[in-house]
């Protein structure tokens, strides 16, 4: 059964500073790898892609990469700023079906 | 933000009452999902949809039932609630199954008392 873990469970940054969050997922047979932005009493908001065939993301500060054979993910969060401060939660799709599978997050507070 | 919508956004019940949730969107996406979210557990995938009338169980679908009679509302039944299925629950859609994203309604949280 897949499963998806994030650490840290919680980080706290001054702002400015360059951050990294992890995921690591068991199973590698995975059509892509998701990453997501939560914020208190909110939905979820998509923030990367990463396909299977795929190494890398980039969306304006943000980073994703993805090593599908050791089954980790690391999302890079550059100069990062008190706008950042949520809930990070990593997904994969696996081949087995159509759900994702989601780690239970990483909860980033960025003080000014 | 992506149109999709659920409602109620909170509603509180009583033990052994029937309950429906609705999701709508407005993007005719093909795929549809519900989530619960609990603490301790992440987000867990209850029920999906594939197109019109095509329904399949996801991992926690116990005490749950979902239709989809046309392709912008997805509704998910309690039939009858109980406390376990106190949670926020989300909607979410997509365009493809294995390409797209999924995109996320702004949850429904329901007490059953």
């Known amino acids: 059964k897949q499963e998806v873990t994030q650490i840290p469970a919680a980080l706290s940054v001054p702002e400015g500073e360059n951050l990294v969050l992890n995921c690591s997922f068991t199973?590698?047979?995975?059509?892509?790898l998701q990453w997501f932005r939560q914020d208190p009493g909110k939905g979820l908001t998509s923030l990367l892609l990463i396909q299977s065939s795929q190494r890398e993301q980039t969306s304006g500060r943000l980073n994703a990469s993805l090593d599908k054979s050791s089954g980790r993910s690391t999302l890079y969060i550059a100069a990062s700023q008190p706008g950042d401060s949520a809930t990070y939660l990593c997904?994969?799709?696996?081949?087995?079906?159509?759900?994702?599978?989601f780690g239970k997050g990483t909860t980033l507070s960025v003080s000014s | 933000d992506a149109g999709i919508t659920q409602s109620p956004r909170h509603k509180v019940t009583e033990t052994g009452t029937p309950v429906t949730l609705r999701c709508h969107q407005t993007e005719n996406h093909r795929y549809m999902y519900w989530y619960r979210q609990d603490p301790g557990h992440g987000l867990r995938l209850i029920h999906y949809?594939?197109?019109?009338?095509?329904?399949d169980k996801g991992e926690v679908s116990d005490g749950y039932s979902v239709s989809r009679s046309k392709t912008e509302d997805f509704l998910l039944t309690l039939e009858s609630a109980t406390s376990s299925q106190t949670s926020v629950y989300f909607c979410a859609m997509a365009a493809a199954a294995h390409t797209d994203t999924q995109y996320f309604g702004p949850g429904t949280r329901l007490t059953v008392l």
């Open positions: 199973d590698s047979a995975i059509y892509n």
């Open positions: 997904a994969v799709l696996e081949g087995a079906g159509t759900a994702l599978i």
């Open positions: 949809s594939y197109g019109v009338k095509d329904t």
